[in-house]
Nanobody, 125 residues
Framework: QVQLVESGGGLVQAGDSLRLSCAAS???????IGWFRQAPGKEREFVSC????????DYGDSVKGRFTISRDNAKNTVYLQMNSLKPEDTAIYYC???????????????????WGQGTQVTVSS
C-alpha cells in the first residue's frame, strides 16, 4: 500500500504562483507519478506526470509552459510548480501513482493505482 499526501494548495490571485507537494510513503523501482485536477461539475483532468526512474515528463495542453513537475528522490516527494495561475486553474489537485513500471497511458486516471486526498487550489480574478 502507498499513501500519498498533497500539500501547498490555497487561495491566490490570477498571475500568482503556487507550489504543490506530494509525499509518498514508499515508492517502487519503476513508476509514474502524476497530478490531476477536478473542478466542480467537471471530469478529472490530467495535469502533469513524471517517470521517476528516467525523469520523463508530460503536461496537459492547458498548463504547458506554466507548470513544472519535479522530484526529490531523497524525500520521495514530487512537486508541481504552478506559475501564471488563472481562474480556470481552480480545482482540487490530486497526486496519483502508477506502479505499472512502464510509460503507458499516463494521461488517463485508470493508469494510476494510488491517489491522494487532494488539495484545493483557488485562483481569484
Amino acid at each position: 500500500q502507498v499513501q500519498l499526501v498533497e500539500s501547498g494548495g490555497g487561495l491566490v490571485q490570477a498571475g500568482d504562483s503556487l507550489r504543490l507537494s506530494c509525499a509518498a510513503s514508499r515508492t517502487f523501482s519503476s513508476y509514474v507519478i502524476g497530478w490531476f485536477r477536478q473542478a466542480p461539475g467537471k471530469e478529472r483532468e490530467f495535469v502533469s506526470c513524471l517517470s521517476w526512474s528516467g525523469g520523463r515528463t508530460d503536461y496537459g495542453d492547458s498548463v504547458k509552459g506554466r507548470f513544472t513537475i519535479s522530484r526529490d528522490n531523497a524525500k520521495n516527494t514530487v512537486y508541481l510548480q504552478m506559475n501564471s495561475l488563472k481562474p480556470e486553474d481552480t480545482a482540487i489537485y490530486y497526486c496519483a501513482l502508477s506502479s505499472r513500471g512502464s510509460w503507458g497511458a499516463v494521461t488517463i486516471t485508470r493508469w494510476y493505482d494510488y491517489w491522494g486526498q487532494g488539495t484545493q487550489v483557488t485562483v481569484s480574478s
